[in-house]
């Protein structure tokens, strides 16, 4: 005799499971809805490996698709329904929802095409990192949760503080006061060193004058930053209730030593109190770097908390011939960059380093008995909780460990010096094209350009080479510039790929009666 709930799996063909039911059914083996949910393991085994066939095959195919989608706000909710379904769908009608909802609005930003932005590059080790760590399913907000998670997360930054050839008092491991820890993305970062370091701050000075009001100290806080730092600089002085002052850089867009000391002396003689300078080493503009060698001994002289933002430029760090770039972090209280964005780690994973930890644990530290355990003043283990604005956190570590191990150093090195090499021959397609200029200078994967022109041209040459979806970039503004950006992005990016993107540049421009070439 069939039961209710075997009908119902009739109707929905899914499979069952057999159970032995002891309640209701005293004994009888009875046909139920799996209680893993619509798949059991096998199906899972099944539907994995037809996922990771679609996920290599869209990979492989990604740049026979137009790089940027053709799509109008509000595309999607015609397509689904108003609500989710009642009874379960079908796997494979899933799947060709995907195709039919999803691909036509997505921006293919893992397209050899995609030349916006800064990269956000996959790889198959950190994939399948990712794939383990969703499995697991880890919430590592203390080592109890997972002592698997915490640990190789203290590792793996110790191992790529060592890849940076950064000082010893960011490692973890020699016994000194700092370490590193993933934040979820630079904009993260640089908000908890803002916050620490006004927690810091606001401590020295009652340490001083123990009469003084968080309130009154608070009003008078200043941090600086140069006026080409990306806007989640200023966002976290917004949300830290903080003055930010930006600063204007020199002609190659870096901030300088001169600059940060006449704004200090001009905001203390206003009773103002500095306290938080952050520094950018690879603008998202133009990738200019900052002057931290001029910039770190002003900030330790007047103890002011200096934060490096290197989110794109940092990976290109552990190549020796880019490692003068980040000279001057020994200065730093804290340095930041994103392995997620050029160093074949998916997102999201922003790398921290912090030389007192105990300023960053200061800062966020709250201890309900529900989070203690029995280690924690053990003095041997990290709980990650004290680092971040979140609770929870995601095993991340793990694809950062599959990465550095089946690339290993060389292979990253040989993945930035290709990547460089190819933005340095777009520079070169357009010097030899006089209609053109480069603005800044060409250091990594980014090429800032132009037509010598009007900025209303080059705002109408851009329309046109983005409206034919063939490649896709993005503009910033350097001085009263309206400028292009040419960002060496994709993973399998190739000579012939900067030769066609420059063929639709050139086409664009003809299209807009600039001269042929």
């Known amino acids: 005799m069939k039961t209710q709930f075997s009908r119902k799996l009739e109707r929905t063909k899914y499979k069952s499971t057999v159970l032995v039911l002891r309640s209701g059914f005293s004994g009888e083996l009875a046909n139920i809805w799996n209680l893993n949910g619509p798949m059991d393991f096998e199906e899972f085994r099944t539907r994995g490996k037809e996922m990771v066939d679609f996920m290599a095959d869209y990979l492989k195919s990604v740049e026979e698709r137009p790089v940027y989608p053709a799509v109008q706000p509000g595309y999607l909710r015609p397509l689904i329904p108003d609500s989710a379904p009642q009874d379960p769908d079908s796997y494979e009608e899933l799947m060709k929802d995907v195709e039919r909802v999803i691909m036509p609005g997505i921006t293919h930003w893992q397209s050899p095409h995609f030349h916006a932005y800064f990269p956000a590059v996959v790889s198959f080790p950190a994939l399948l990192g990712d794939m383990l760590s969703g499995a697991f399913g880890c919430i590592g907000f203390n080592w109890a949760a997972s002592p698997a998670c915490t640990e190789l997360e203290t590792v793996m930054l110790d191992w790529l503080s060592k890849m940076l050839n950064l000082p010893e008092e960011f490692l973890a491991g020699t016994g000194s006061e700092g370490g590193g820890v993933i934040q979820g993305t630079a904009s993260e970062s640089t908000l908890v060193a803002l916050l620490a370091a006004r927690r810091k701050m606001v401590i020295h000075i009652q340490a001083n004058n123990p009469n003084v009001e968080e309130s009154m100290i608070m009003s008078k806080l200043v941090a600086y930053t140069s006026d080409q730092s990306h806007s989640s600089v200023e966002r976290a002085g917004l949300i830290g209730g903080i003055k930010m002052r930006k600063l204007v850089p020199d002609e190659k867009f870096s901030l300088r030593g001169e600059t940060l000391k006449q704004a200090l002396e001009e905001d203390k003689a206003l009773g103002l109190i500095p306290f938080f300078v952050c520094a950018t080493l690879g603008t998202t503009s133009s990738c200019s770097f900052d002057n931290i060698m001029e910039l770190g001994p002003i900030c330790n002289s007047e103890n002011i908390w200096m934060h490096i933002d290197a989110a794109y430029a940092g990976s290109s760090f552990i190549c020796p011939e880019f490692r003068p770039l980040l000279n001057g972090v020994e200065f730093s209280n804290s340095f930041n960059f994103n392995p997620h964005k050029w160093l074949l780690v998916n997102f999201d994973c922003s790398a921290m380093w912090v030389k007192k930890r105990s300023e960053l644990i200061g800062a966020f530290k709250m201890d309900p008995l529900y989070l203690k355990h029995d280690h924690q003043d053990s003095g041997l283990i990290t709980d990650y909780r004290h ?61 800032c350009f132009r037509i010598k022109g009007t900025n209303e041209l080059n705002e109408k040459l851009l329309k046109r080479i983005n409206d034919a979806r063939k490649i896709h970039i993005v503009p910033c503004q350097l001085r009263d510039k309206f400028v292009l950006r040419f960002v060496i992005c994709g993973r399998t990016s190739e000579s012939k790929h900067v030769q066609y993107a420059w063929k639709i540049i050139n086409e664009a421009a003809r299209n807009l009666h600039v001269g042929p070439q």
Do not use: C, N, T
């Not at 095993?395 to 340095?424: C, P, T």
């Open 387 to 447: 680092w971040q604005i979140p609770l929870g956190r995601r095993f991340r570590s793990l694809k950062m460990w599959f990465v550095f191990r089946l690339y290993g150093v060389k292979g990253l090195q040989e993945h930035i010096r290709k990547q460089v090499d190819l933005a340095h021959e777009f520079e070169s397609l357009v010097h030899q094209d006089e209609r053109f200029e480069i603005i800044g200078d060409v250091v990594l994967g980014l090429v």
